[in-house]
């Protein structure tokens, strides 16, 4: 048995940009390459946004069915599903199976893309469940924990509590920060690596987008990494895009292997100090002759992180480079200044953004940074107070602000 497992494909990333069309391209390779397998395993983030517009509905209906024109002859024996109620075609082709991610999780009283392409018979949607598999007398149990708010993924995974089955091959897929691996400060994790379930022959993690390797006990934990880059910060520069295929027989351990995607567009970084300009304005020159010149296949991204007190005198010399290598490169310039005020922690940050979230995820973002910034001690959760302000219940979110953090609770709770 070979099954495929990726993670954070970002479908519809970098709309209206010129790398608009770089997921599609490495989800689409990545399931070409995926030939071979007889299972698929996206853990998580198969969407870049949680409203994916519907050209992006279109592509990914079309990619995905890659693998549902393939039979691998794999058999599912047990489920916490109904198997009859999970769709004959994506059982008797390639199974999907794919957890929801952060970018994927529905706003309240919604379905999720996930759920939406599960009820099309598209894929098998899992949280907090498992399926069992067989082929050639191996059994492999998957179990599933879709992306659930951080500050609650510890008790909900206690509370599902997830133990291996007797005579399987059992992974644990999850799509969540684990300290100490977080992805951002801004989302303090509530699970630590040891708290993880035991028993398990392997734990895979999404959500952080650079590939990890580590042991839980006897365990073996992986974040996998993502297909696509969205980030465009110092450690995705050095990241290489890809998704891993895994072999199983009967008694042994599977064979890892990483397979990197070659349509993966090249991404640099560099950091800059503007204390001398004319150094800066002459090293920058020299990196990107050098990148220029090199043939790729398409346009690399090229990041400058430029430090220093006062930036100003630097944009005269970043809108020449701009007009010098804009044919060749796709140029972006990131300033971290000095000054804490409000207005320049907001403009730094979405310098930094650099289209990595959607417009809601940066709206969510920015309302956390300002509610930090708030002389009180209440604790609020930033995400539901968005979506009810999104979906236009102001006094339902005062209410949250102002007194009843139950109602909050209760609301996250009918979510998960």
Not at 102 to 121: P, T
Not at 194 to 216: A, C, R, S, Y
Not at 308 to 328: C, E, H, N, S, W
């Amino acid at each position: 048995m070979k099954i495929s497992v990726l993670s954070d494909c970002h479908l519809g990333s970098g709309h209206n940009t010129e790398r608009e069309e770089d997921a599609f391209d490495n989800f689409q390779e990545a399931l070409e390459k995926s030939a071979d397998c007889d299972l698929i395993v996206i853990a998580g983030d198969l969407f870049d946004t949680r409203s994916p517009r519907t050209t992006v509905w279109a592509r990914a209906i079309s990619l995905l069915n890659i693998p549902l024109l393939r039979k691998s002859g794999i058999v599912p024996i047990a489920s916490t599903r109904e198997i009859a109620n999970v769709h004959t075609k994506t059982l008797e082709s390639t199974p999907v199976i794919c957890l929801h991610g952060n970018h994927d999780r529905r706003m309240r009283d919604e379905v999720n893309a996930v759920q939406a392409l599960d009820a099309a018979g598209m894929l098998v949607h899992l949280h907090r469940q498992h399926m069992v598999f067989e082929k050639d007398g191996v059994k492999l149990a998957v179990h599933g924990m879709s992306s659930v708010p951080e500050k609650y993924a510890g008790s909900v995974l206690q509370e599902w509590g997830p133990r291996p089955i007797q005579d399987c091959f059992n992974i644990l897929v999850m799509h969540q920060n684990v300290d100490p691996y977080v992805y951002s400060p801004l989302e303090p994790p509530s699970i630590k690596l040891e708290d993880l379930p035991p028993g398990f022959d392997m734990i895979l993690n999404g959500h952080i987008h650079t590939k990890v390797i580590d042991k839980v006990g006897d365990t073996l934990f992986m974040i996998l990494g993502s297909t696509v880059t969205t980030q465009f910060d110092k450690k995705e520069a050095g990241s290489v895009k890809g998704f891993h295929k895994m072999t199983f027989e009967n008694g042994r351990k599977p064979e890892v292997e990483f397979v990197p995607i070659e349509s993966n567009r090249r991404f640099f970084y560099y950091e800059m100090q503007a204390d001398n300009v004319e150094i800066m304005r002459t090293e920058m020159d020299a990196i990107l002759g050098d990148i220029s010149s090199s043939k790729l296949e398409k346009k690399p991204i090229v990041k400058f992180k430029i430090f220093g007190k006062d930036t100003k005198p630097v944009d005269q010399d970043i809108a020449m480079l701009q007009k010098k290598y804009g044919d060749r490169v796709i140029l972006s310039f990131a300033k971290n200044l000095t000054s804490e005020g409000l207005e320049s922690r907001l403009s730094e940050s979405l310098l930094n953004i650099e289209g990595k979230l959607s417009v809601e995820e940066m709206g969510i973002r920015l309302m956390k940074q300002n509610m930090d910034g708030l002389d009180s001690k209440a604790s609020f959760d930033v995400e539901s107070l968005f979506e009810m302000l999104s979906g236009g219940e102001v006094d339902k979110a005062m209410a949250v602000i102002t007194n009843d953090q139950r109602f909050l609770y209760d609301s996250l709770r009918s979510r998960q």
